[in-house]
């Protein structure tokens, strides 16, 4: 949003910290499950934080996406509205994955479930931002790059939004035992 290709590139090299805390994490879940062969609750936690570890390193590659594409951004000759589509975007999708339920000290049903439900809000707004950028690209061609990118920014975003979504689910399952992966009203 700042225009800061230095900041971008170093959000896009930082990846590998979060490919190798994944990697690290499934092998003390896996020495657990191996070593203590946990049981009911317990082994839901560990099921659970696999399946978020997962969630998590493809949020990093997305974070990488967006890390590269604002560093072209950054070159450009920015837009009156300073990328507004994107200041929005990354706004409901910071909060979703800021959320009590997915911070591990605090995990909750309520706010879960709320997340869970509004990936459906970001969906709406990818397509709304897709839809206005092809009218831009149509309106003057010299726009179709950082439209383009604009809309790789906002589908990872969208992407983001997903995953956040995945481990409130997660979450759900893991305090309460119940899957509603493909239950929740779309």
Not at 20 to 48: F, Q, Y
Not at 116 to 142: H, K, L, N, W
Request: hydrophobic letters at 40%; aromatic letters at 6%.
């Amino acid at each position: 949003m700042e225009g800061d290709s230095s900041l971008g590139e170093a959000v896009a090299l930082d990846d590998h910290q979060v490919n190798n805390m994944e990697i690290a994490i499934d092998e003390d879940a896996l020495k657990i499950l191996a070593t203590r062969a946990p049981a009911a609750g317990d082994l839901r936690v560990i099921v659970a934080i696999i399946k978020t570890i997962t969630d998590l390193e493809r949020i990093g590659d997305e974070g990488e996406k967006i890390g590269y594409i604002a560093s072209r951004l950054a070159t450009m000759e920015r837009p009156a509205d300073k990328y507004r589509e994107i200041s929005i975007s990354g706004g409901w999708c910071r909060r979703w994955c800021t959320t009590r339920s997915t911070r591990s000290r605090a995990w909750t049903w309520s706010p879960a479930l709320r997340v869970a439900r509004q990936d459906r809000v970001g969906r709406r707004e990818y397509e709304a931002i897709q839809r206005q950028s092809i009218t831009f690209m149509m309106e003057d061609p010299r726009t179709i790059r950082r439209a383009l990118d604009v809309m790789w920014v906002v589908r990872a975003l969208e992407r983001i939004g997903d995953h956040a979504k995945n481990i409130c689910e997660y979450v759900i399952y893991m305090v309460h035992g119940k899957d509603i992966r493909h239950n929740l009203a779309r």
